[in-house]
């Protein structure tokens, strides 16, 4: 696009001036210049932005997309670095999100600690490629030690199972992914491996293929159970895995939205019984849903699991860090029973997009994924990228290790603690205001509300079904108008999503969603949000 | 692990310190301070790594090990940020591995510029997660702009196509990915779900998993063809793909070390003629292999998929960015034919860990892997995490764009075109001295050699199977231990890796290996290392 930033003479690509960028600048004034570069990225941007937009401003994307059309790379440099970071800071960034602004509380993106930033610099600086001991050396080692730290927050092992396992170069507690969809893709990789394994005339899944594998174990379909309001990442590896995304199987979640244990013992026996031989791969249990932040039974679910000899997995990319909170961890109790666990890194550890994690109650679990590579990694080595899904993986395990030292599981717990109590004051203000219903009740820092003026609740309270059906649709249509116009109007954003269910009933409710995790975003604020959703309503509506 | 850079007094988690981490400071002292501990970041690594060790530090990984076996969080903080960061640089640097230094060349990750740590870091304070529109906005807009000008690169299409493409919701010329692993499972995975695609009474592989999809199709099988020196993530896909990795099938090298064709050809018509009846998937062409940088005769590759109507993937991860010399995109010739491309940004584009890509010739082809949810991402919408396998991902798309305009493409063009011809003159050194064989020339800037003294190249020219074995297992000793004695001296850095076929012959055969990325690396270097090497030699075998 145009702009000011252009340098005034004309650039061309030399030899001498690409190899400085490679040589560590000797004198004094280059380095001040690429320091300043720094403090510009730090708090030019933040300063603008604090200036100049709440979330983002407010250019239709059909205007923005027309300024990014010019497919052609220049022959010589278009600008210096100087004008890219200004390019960037006042071009790019007010139409980008501000993510960082307490107002957005749409999604679980968020603003993280001004220290990450630095740690994200340094993996960078450092670039290692942690895959392979001879592009990492300690860094695959500090890996092994983070994961063990965050395994034994999850399955609370002794110590000497510990001291057996942090540096054991045959096992794996766990790896660090790009995010919890390859986390889950990851778990439920391993437990397709780990169900459909060898057997006599058979060398597993992986080696010989879906086809010959059922063909094997006898059956002709395999299947994953998980609630309705499972991530569609848990589809998606369905699909990539060759088990077929309509095999991942939904059980409907009870009024709480939460999995009904009831409906999920219904559908396994009705599995079982079944003329179609199928084979359950995993059942998922999910702390923290995307739409609800509801967590499902672990502990009931891990128990149906042993019996039936089934693999658990439990999705807690979101609510994970909720154990270092002494205060709330019992919500997720029962997670100890998961054979495997997901957990996100940049959600609730504050972390830089994009990190995630995966970890397995048994440190041979991974055996089942090994591929390796003479030019790459050896068998037996600490090699990292041997049971691992990607084949190349920058440090984030670094940044996670050193904010655990800077925050410490307090520093953690406190900002999980301030999510989950405003969330609670957040919906004890939604239930006092008239024009608003709370859909689902905050169980860790995530609630859906909608906006139902009086005469709607009134109604809805006595009126038949199909009448009902088009109040809801009427409802809808209000609470999709209003979330549009305020995220358009830019000064704050809370998602919308469509809950299938409600009170029991199916039908789709079209709800605000709000995510919790700014450590700024106090009830004040949550109530200007409210106030401006009243005032786009009445202004739209007509009603007062 | 113990050190001096702890604070003195203890540290306390609470939430004032910790509110302070969010807000942008205020005071010019405070700004400073962070300003500071970026400075240290940028030269203090740089400036300690330079002055303390070449690769790495001389500690078994035993030792090191041993230091990071406490599995335990700590409910205070333990250190802060400064602190952190000279641990960083003090501590676990020297440990590290410096891929920056010019004397590491065994594998491809290397030196970045220096304004690629700035721009990771513009990345990381912006924070964005660019699967969804609204928390992204304009670097959606930007991630496919960037997209359309690499698929410009790689397919040459005219500018009416290129009109209609770049900014269209519906379509995609691609995706990033985090690393070519990713990317290489992107395209099979379209590969599979397009050859095994809905027909009557079947919704396609995606859907309904391999099983149904092979008794819709009619087959027992699916492979996917690939030269010997393909990746070891192609075996990873197949597995993963529930195709089975043992249908990962290899095709035998020439002397040449590119994809022997008549064998090509005579695979597919065996497979053909097969009771078992067959679905060919894909077949890969390599342009660049990681052992020794060959590449395949791609146009031919494409020419035989046409004509038997299958995906042609070619796997670029590594010479993607050769296109951009005008000089040797000749090399890659008939890539354009390619259904689907990889191109990994962390290696030859010189981007930080991890950054991948892969491209698609029809725009509509990645339909074949379409997941949404109602809370991310809306059909017809930009957002990008429609068609991907992650489901958050970072913007390093924001990298590539930048970098592109800093360097132009005649910057990258200067890289690639050192790198080739520095791998040409290190050839002729190589060949210049008498203990040493080059065992595959460079065709790109990756070449493989060994430690073959003269009276052992002598012998091996004349005698017979057994002793030339025997004499080969010899060598293999020799070079294992003298790369590995290099390694752990820690001046410079060649990998290792074993030829599975030399000369036509099937015999394994330790090389060692180099990748000449690093615009640092001079022949002079290069020199110094065959001396040293050449030194161990005598040192340890005795022999002048």
């Known amino acids: 696009m145009k702009n000011q930033n252009r340098p005034s003479k004309e650039l061309v690509a030399d030899r001498q001036s690409l190899m400085r960028t490679f040589i560590r600048p000797e004198n004094t004034a280059a380095r001040d210049t690429l320091v300043k570069y720094m403090e510009q990225i730090l708090f030019g941007l933040h300063d603008f932005l604090n200036t100049h937009v ?34 960037l800071i006042e071009e790019i960034a007010p139409h980008a999100v501000n993510v960082a602004s307490p107002y957005f509380i749409g999604h679980m993106t968020s603003a993280i600690p001004f220290f990450m930033v630095h740690l994200k610099t340094i993996v960078a600086a450092l670039n290692q490629n942690v895959v392979k001991l001879e592009t990492s ?65 058979f060398e597993g899944v992986d080696k010989e ?35 077929g995304n309509s095999n991942i ?29 199928t084979k359950i791969i995993a059942i998922v249990g999910i702390a923290g849903t995307t739409e609800t932040g509801t967590v499902d039974p672990l502990r009931q679910i891990g128990e149906i699991c042993a019996e039936n000899r089934i693999h658990f997995h439990v999705d807690a990319a979101w609510g994970g860090p909720v154990l270092l909170s002494e205060k709330y961890n019992h919500l997720l109790d029962g997670i100890g029973l998961a054979d495997s666990v997901t957990i996100d890194g ?16 048994d440190p041979c679990m991974m055996d089942s994924i090994i591929y390796h590579a003479n030019y790459v990694n050896r068998l037996g080595s600490v090699d990292l ?12 395990s670094l940044i996670l290790d050193s904010a655990l030292k800077i925050m410490g599981s307090r520093g953690y717990a406190l900002l999980i603690e301030h999510g989950i109590e405003t969330a609670k004051s957040f919906a ?57 116009l305020q995220r358009e109007a830019g000064k704050s954003f809370v998602s919308r999503t469509t809950l299938k269910s409600y ?39 007509g009603s007062g």
Request: glycine share 6%; net charge neutral; charged share 30%.
């Open 54 to 87: 709440g979330i983002t401003e407010e250019v239709s994307l059909k205007d923005l997309s027309e300024r990014y059309t010019d497919t052609h790379i220049r022959e010589n440099p278009e600008n210096k670095l100087a004008g890219v970071i200004t390019d």
């Open 137 to 201: 050396k300690v860094v695959s080692v500090i890996e092994k030690q983070v994961l063990a730290k965050i395994h034994r927050v999850i399955y609370r092992k002794n110590n000497s199972f510990y001291d057996e396992h942090v540096q054991n170069t045959q096992t794996s507690l766990g790896c660090f992914t790009e995010n919890g969809t390859l986390a889950n893709l990851t778990a439920l990789w391993v437990a397709r491996n780990t169900q459909l394994g060898p057997k006599e005339g």
């Open 209 to 243: 293929g879906i086809h010959a594998a059922y063909v094997a174990h006898d059956i002709e379909r395999s299947v994953v159970l998980v609630s309705k309001l499972g991530h569609f990442s848990l589809k998606k590896a369905g699909g990539i895995l060759g088990i």
């Open 249 to 277: 199987i939904s059980i409907e979640p009870d009024l709480t939205s939460r999995i009904d244990l009831k409906s999920l013992k219904e559908k396994i026996s009705e599995i079982k019984k079944s003329p179609v031989r």
């Open 346 to 361: 940049h959600k609730q550890f504050y972390m830089p997009m994009t990190s995630g994690m995966v970890y397995f109650k």
């Open 385 to 396: 990228g041997i049971k691992s899904l990607s084949g190349s993986r920058e440090a984030n």
């Open 428 to 484: 004890e203000e939604i239930e006092s205001r008239p024009d608003f219903e709370l859909v689902t009740p905050p169980e860790l820092n995530i609630l859906t509300y909608r906006i139902c003026p009086e005469a709607f609740k009134k109604e809805l309270g006595k009126c038949r079904e199909d009448r009902r059906r088009q109040l809801n649709e009427k409802l809808n249509d209000i609470n999709m108008s209003v979330q549009r």
């Open 503 to 541: 009170k029991g009933r199916c039908e789709n409710i079209v709800v605000m969603r709000c995510v919790i995790m700014n450590p700024l975003t106090e009830i004040n604020i949550l109530r200007d949000i409210l106030d401006e959703q009243e005032e786009i309503y009445r202004h739209e509506f």
